[in-house]
């Protein structure tokens, strides 16, 4: 038994159209996993993990200064390096205070967003950055150094 013409064509273009709605799908929501990902392993102080999505060389490190461990960010963009308790990162850096900024369509189109940590309470330094294609630009800044 042969099928109609229209019949193929219509499921070929069926098919395509899927195909192309998943990978735009995946492509708009990328930064946004990316950035979750990021959020769950600081939450759950995992910072060597965490460092993995980090552009270049920025990253946290642990330090022990004899009375305790402190973690510390060290990024390109980060003049001082600001030292906090593990858990103060952790209570910092959760899904609940992660903010999204809206994305305007050049963001989508380049699978980029742009976020801080700041929704449910403002922390005492800047904590934000972008996010671009699995690789997020983390910024840690004194307030008035912020864009």
Request: charged content about 20%.
């Amino acid at each position: 038994m042969k099928l109609p013409r229209w019949f193929v064509k219509a499921l070929l273009v069926i098919s395509g159209g899927l195909f192309l709605v998943a990978a735009s799908w995946w492509w708009v929501t990328w930064p946004t996993a990316t950035l979750h990902q990021l959020t769950m392993l600081l939450e759950q102080g995992r910072f060597q993990e965490a460092n993995h999505y980090l552009e270049g060389s920025a990253g946290w490190s642990v330090e022990d200064l004899g009375d305790g461990e402190v973690v510390v960010f060290a990024g390109a963009t980060t003049h001082r390096r600001p030292r906090y308790a593990a858990a103060t990162w952790q209570s910092w850096c959760t899904i609940e205070n992660l903010q999204l900024d809206s994305r305007t369509i050049a963001d989508l189109m380049c699978g980029r967003g742009r976020f801080s940590f700041g929704r449910q309470f403002i922390t005492p330094i800047y904590l934000g950055g972008t996010v671009e294609r699995g690789t997020v630009r983390f910024r840690c800044e004194p307030w008035a150094a912020t864009p």
